[in-house]
């Protein structure tokens, strides 16, 4: 059958690799990527997550070495979560604010290591330190949101005078970014920047990161303070807020089953966007390449690059450091 004439045919734009690429919208890079870490409360040692093929907690001696791996792979952004022993924790979270902490002597030792070599955000929450596992202080079952903000506060000052360059309160408490943004102030820290969890779901792609953190709530559950995931107005309610309260970053977690959230935040504000490519996703991934049903290159290269067409400036991935060893996107 042949086809009438038609001066449209948008195939020509797809013959060949060459122009494919000529006219790609979107691109993606290894720049735009930021590589979580999970920092045990040691000197030394390092412990794989079963959930998480792939990704280890690491104590500061390993950290280091794999950070180096990291930067000849072309990652010089990473994010820093810390772990502490189930006797340090208390039901304030008290070793949160410690100069002591996991974080506060990973960020010491990555800082004297590599200097400005690396762009370090560090997690600023309560829930690895508390008993209960919530994201802020307790009370009769019931997260109480103002009397969490100074503990977060102290927490924010207590990294960045470990020498933390970017901030990142992923609590979602109420208020939580003018009270870090003023304790830092106050400590003299004006020039460290906040990248605030301004939209965080109450989502349940997040198991294996509670498992490699051990901070999953003892118990209910962070309805009452993360976002309903039928919710999307909200979403820009939340971000504006935080931009207003001094955000000089946001983010939108998760981000797969967010993409729609994504592209209406980054519309709705000027302010640099990331996206967080949760532990859930992460390892969906992982156990369909594993058992042979998904050609793991070129997903992890789909969804990488979807989320940057959302609209994320940057994205949180785990996958970053096999992405590039493996040369499925470039430096």
């Not at 000089?248 to 709705?268: G, N, R, T």
Request: hydrophobic share 40%.
């Amino acid at each position: 059958m042949t086809l009438p004439h038609q001066a449209q045919r948008p195939r020509r734009l797809r013959a060949t690799a060459i122009i494919r690429d000529a006219v790609a919208q979107t691109r993606l890079r290894g720049e735009q990527l930021i590589q979580p870490h999970f920092c045990l409360p040691t000197e030394s040692g390092s412990e794989p997550i079963e959930s998480m093929p792939g990704i280890y907690r690491h104590g500061t001696k390993e950290m280091l070495m794999q950070i180096a791996k990291d930067l000849s792979l072309g990652i010089n952004k990473i994010l820093l979560f810390g772990l502490t022993t189930d006797q340090m924790k208390d039901e304030h979270g008290s070793q949160s604010g410690d100069k002591d902490s996991a974080v506060t002597k990973a960020v010491s030792a990555i800082k004297a290591e590599f200097g400005d070599e690396v762009l370090l955000l560090t997690d600023v929450c309560l829930c690895a330190y508390t008993s209960h596992g919530h994201c802020g202080l307790l009370e009769d079952g019931v997260v109480l949101n103002d009397e969490s903000l100074g503990p977060l506060a102290a927490m924010a000052v207590a990294h960045a005078d470990a020498g933390a360059d970017i901030l990142a309160p992923s609590d979602m408490m109420d208020g939580r970014v003018a009270a870090i943004r003023d304790g830092l102030d106050a400590a003299g820290h004006k020039e460290v920047a906040l990248l605030s969890y301004a939209v965080k779901y109450a989502s349940a792609w997040y198991g294996p990161f509670r498992d490699a953190a051990n901070s999953a709530p003892g118990e209910g559950d962070r309805k009452t303070y993360q976002m309903d995931p039928r919710n999307s107005d909200e979403a820009l309610r939340e971000a504006l807020l935080d931009e207003a309260e001094g955000a000089d970053m946001l983010m939108v977690k998760p981000a797969l089953s967010y993409l729609d959230v994504i592209q209406s935040v980054k519309q709705a504000t000027p302010l640099p966007l990331v996206a967080y490519n949760v532990s859930g996703e992460y390892s969906a991934v992982k156990a369909g390449a594993e058992r042979g049903w998904l050609d793991e290159a070129s997903v992890v290269t789909e969804t990488l690059t979807s989320i940057a067409r959302a609209g994320a400036d940057m994205t949180i991935t785990y996958h970053a450091r096999e992405a590039l060893k493996e040369g499925w996107i470039e430096k």
